[in-house]
DNA sequence: TTGTAGGCGTTATCAA
DNA sequence: TTGATAACGCCTACAA
């Protein structure tokens, strides 16, 4: 009964009779318009003559229109456009009489006429390719990263999730050009690299995510995976592993002459190459690297695995591995997803982690503080990389010309139980 | 070198140089239009009089328009139009040649000024109010589904993302108005119960996912939660357990006299009440109390428990009950957060899972299987609710005047470990 | 301070 | 089969 009420205090507050009668074809009691049957116009300000009947398929609820709120108001349109816009140059009573007629009328501007009249859209698109079955590891926090930041920004944000194997992305981009979208975010695992040279064509300020690409009107954020590979690794050793396996996800999309190398080195990264590809995977590699060479402990190919970033993926690389290297003491895997799986393969080989095995996973999801042993990880800033994705697409749309440089964001080892390093070795 | 080329290839292709050469300010060489500075009109058809000079702030590409394509092809724009919207009744070599003149101009027709004069938006958003801290376990699929269904169906998807506290939902909602959107979807955890009156009031068709309410243009879809709480706890009774505790998440937000009442019956779900409030957590607890009713196991106050939908605050309450009812010897969590918490409570308090004590959750989320004992829970299919949502919208937009009743979609029991029902008892 | 008029890029209605 | 023209709902000079 309480709701009951307050719902109908609430209709008749908002939504006045003068629009329902409208709606419902009775006359207007007040303003000027009226139906197309009717020719009196018995109105205070006859007003310019663009006045026509009713659509021909009306059956949804008129929208009100700035011209309605003046006549009713008794003003011009461009007086309600200034209120609206806050000129700040109309007269104080003048204002308040407009303001009480759009919340009478229950009055909503426009976006679409205003956008088109700007010439602007306001709008961003956030493009994720995800591969079935397979989580991004932080879609969600991302998302709520670039929603909150593109609200602040006074921009509306579309939303496309595609398959990466599915041949129609074309269409996404092509909507996103009729939507004329100021700017695009792109995540997730690309269908191909010829997305890249479209986006290029496009012209659109594009900012990846986790995605080394850099072009003429493109950037990316990422978070510095070299680093966050080499703490993981340096953690290990500094527990006292020496035999450490790397458990890699697969190649990116990288040209054919890249992806043929198994080891690129780092000098693949060119910063001052307008195209610049490099994996994160790569990068996590790179990492893992260093930090053996840091360490003196030589780089045995060998224990390079790949897991295809899913859990059975690792599982079978590492029950594969245990056996040919049976003196491997620990396993750094770029994903908690397979640092999940890696684990199960440690025990169904009958070691136990992180006695006999140590592992360490990277993304920290959610699953990586529920899962025994805890997994150790190494975290990113999901909501800081959605943010400052966001804010480089600003900065692409207010600077054209200049593109500015990919962000790296830092990120944090997560020590927890999988790595045996809560409490001395 | 490879790639470098196929950019290249690219850009010729698809930029040519008629556009470039006008962004650059120099002379077109065909078209009409010209420079403001310039008055040289020698184009070879002069057509009607709304050329102006170019727009103040114009440092971003110019957009190629219908009216150009229109020129560069010396027909109409109503010619392109018809070409655009296929009317198929156009001749087949002027329509060559207008789409050839799109091409190369690499047109796209704006859907702003498309949606403007149709009077339509072809706009829907997707309204996520989180809780900070707390994903909702399955928006991912359900941002598959929905993203995929929209797509299908013509439309954009606008997304938004508030935090459950944000005072603020109503400027989501005003952006709403202002774009026009022909539906709304709303998952999470609602900000308030004026949510739904605000809804209401804007007469948008909206549908809910996981949230029980229904009203004049809004309806929702959900899952079977009373069958799925009743599966979970009949498993658990079929299993020999008889006292079993129940460990709720948090109340929905219903009206006052309603959550004063800590034991709602089945009664309050009045399903032709316009205004339908009842919660899931209020379904899954009628689905506990159905199946010991239906083994004549009588329904214990005590053994209710709330766990507030996190994995500490289930952690503390099973904790509590362990110490006042150590004869209990299943826990079924309406979430499979609250699930693990739970877990990891009979783990602390020196008992096991599933030999001393039994847990079975809801939701299936990525977690669940990766837990050891992995978890046996009650499967939602995200993806499936996501798309029924947008089909309900539809709907709603297709048939104003009759409601479409809530859709219910199955659910499915997952039992893995931590039930002990693997095999045998 | 307020009003008039033209235009944003489409589609729709007629007419040719 | 094609073309001219009036909307769509708003913003923005410029005029009064």
Redesign the interface.
């Known amino acids: 009964m ?3 009420l ?2 109908c205090a ?2 008749f507050e ?2 006045p009779l003068i629009t329902w009668n409208r709606g419902a074809g009775k006359i207007s009691s007040d303003g000027c318009k009226c139906d197309s049957s009717s020719g009196s116009d018995g109105a205070v300000k006859p007003s310019v003559g663009t006045h026509r009947g009713g ?1 021909p398929a009306d ?3 008129r ?1 009100v229109t700035i011209r309605e709120i003046a006549d009713a108001a008794g003003v011009s349109v461009s007086t309600v456009s200034h209120v609206l816009n806050e000129y700040g140059d109309i007269g104080p009573d003048t204002e308040r009489r407009v303001r009480q007629v759009m919340k009478e009328m229950n009055y ?6 205003r ?2 009249v700007k ?1 602007r ?1 306001y709008l961003f698109q ?1 493009l994720l390719f ?1 591969v079935e079955g397979l ?2 590891p932080f ?2 926090e991302v ?2 990263g670039i ?2 930041e593109v ?1 602040k920004a006074g921009y ?6 595609k398959d990466s194997d599915d041949r129609r992305w074309r269409d996404s981009l ?2 996103c ?4 979208v100021e700017g695009i975010i792109v995540m997730g695992t690309l269908p191909g ?1 010829e997305l ?3 986006i ?2 496009g ?1 659109i300020p594009t900012v990846f995510i986790d995605i080394p690409y850099k072009g003429p009107r493109a950037t990316y954020v990422t978070s510095d995976n070299v680093r966050g590979a080499r703490m993981a690794t340096e953690h290990l050793i500094s527990l006292g592993h020496r035999k450490i396996a790397f458990l890699d996800g697969h190649y990116m999309h990288l ?3 890249l992806q043929s190398q198994k080891e690129p080195s780092r000098s693949q990264y060119i910063p001052d190459n307008p ?1 610049t590809l490099w994996g994160i995977s790569e990068a996590r590699r790179e990492g893992y690297a260093e930090a053996l060479d840091a360490h003196d402990i030589p780089l045995d190919t060998g224990l390079i695995l790949h897991g295809d970033y899913t ?1 059975a993926g690792a599982k079978e690389a590492v029950l594969g591995m245990l056996d040919n290297h049976p003196d491997v003491t620990a396993i750094f895997a770029i994903s908690d997803v397979m640092a ?1 799986g890696a684990m199960q393969a440690v025990r169904e080989s009958g070691r136990k982690v992180p006695k006999d095995v140590a592992v360490v996973g990277y993304d920290d ?3 990586a503080s ?3 042993p805890a997994l150790s990880t190494v975290k990113q800033h999901g909501e800081e990389m959605g943010r400052s994705a966001v804010r480089q697409i600003l900065k692409l749309i207010g600077n ?1 010309g200049e593109t500015p440089d990919k962000v790296t964001l830092p990120v944090e080892l997560v020590v927890r139980e999988s790595c045996g390093g809560v409490r001395g070795l």
């Not at 909503?108 to 006429?113: E, M």
């Not at 509306?156 to 999730?161: A, F, I, K, S």
């Open positions: 309480q709701l009951q307050s719902v609430y209709v908002n939504v659509s059956r949804r609820a929208r909503y501007p426009s976006s679409l006429a956008r088109l010439k859209s956030l995800s989580h991004h879609f969600y998302t709520c929603t909150d609200e509306d944000l579309l939303l496309g999730v092509r909507r050009y009729e939507s004329k690299p890249f040279e479209e290029r064509a012209g040209p054919a002459e195209i859990k999940i999801i959610e699953s529920y899962v025994r054209p």
